[in-house]
Every structure is written in structure tokens, then in C-alpha cells.
């Protein structure tokens, strides 16, 4: 059972890790000339955050 949580945790934060990498990477070079270095800054802290949110929801829903 420990096992088991220890694993889904890593992979969460694997898949995580990656997803802020490709939306941040996205995110700046689609931006990066149009929008303020805040707003950039800002959409880029706020995006991430919610769809771990939602990412996080949906594993507990499927455990």
C-alpha cells in the first residue's frame, strides 16, 4: 500500500515536471513579445497551478 502511494507520487510529480516545462516553454515564446513581463510572469505562475490543481482532482477521483 505504501509501496504503491510512494510510486503515484513520483510519477505525479514526473508528469507535473514536465507539464510546466512544455507550458512555460510555450507560454514565453508565444508572449513573450506581445505581453508585459509581469503578465507573462503572472500567466505563467497561475496556469500551472491550475491544472496541477485539476491533475491532482482527477487522480484522487480515480483512486
Known amino acids: 500500500m505504501m509501496k504503491q502511494s510512494i510510486i503515484n507520487i513520483t510519477v505525479f510529480i514526473l508528469v507535473l515536471a514536465v507539464l510546466w516545462y512544455i507550458i512555460g516553454r510555450a507560454f514565453l515564446y508565444f508572449t513573450l513579445g506581445t505581453l508585459t513581463i509581469t503578465t507573462s510572469v503572472f500567466l505563467f505562475i497561475?496556469?500551472?497551478i491550475i491544472i496541477s490543481t485539476l491533475i491532482?482532482?482527477?487522480s484522487k477521483q480515480l483512486d
Open 46 to 48: 497561475i496556469l500551472p
Open 56 to 58: 491532482f482532482i482527477v
